[in-house]
């Protein structure tokens, strides 16, 4: 029992600094859209400006479709935010690694040691 609970102590430490990490990415973010008036801060507020380990606190759930709204609001703006945060950055990454591949595949193939070709 001793050992699930320091699993879970350990597993909750990432998560906060996980999500400390996202508050401050995400806060950065909102910074940029600050000046850019009430249309620019809502961008700023969908294409990242909130984190996204972090449920919206302030979900209306006054009327019955707020309530049926909420849980795809708490879930789905913070899973909309980690796209361009997360998800455009690291597919990025991984398309110019693939370029880079292919280039020296493509500069590998059928040479021999005293050509070159382009």
Do not use: C, W
Not at 13 to 40: C, H, N, R, T
Not at 90 to 95: I, K, P
Request: glycine content about 12%; overall charge neutral; charged content about 25%.
């Amino acid at each position: 029992m001793a050992n699930r609970s320091k699993g879970k102590e350990f597993l909750e430490s990432i998560l906060g600094k996980v999500q400390e990490f996202d508050q401050g990415y995400s806060d950065k973010i909102a910074a940029m859209y600050q000046d850019k008036g009430p249309v620019g801060q809502v961008a700023g507020y969908f294409l990242g400006g909130h984190p996204s380990f972090k449920k919206p606190e302030d979900v209306s759930r006054k009327t019955e479709l707020d309530r049926a709204l909420a849980p795809l609001i708490e879930y789905g703006v913070p899973a909309v935010n980690a796209v361009p945060k997360y998800v455009l950055p690291t597919t990025g990454v991984t398309l110019a690694g693939k370029a880079l591949y292919d280039l020296t595949q493509l500069l590998g193939d059928g040479q021999t040691d005293s050509e070159l070709r382009m």
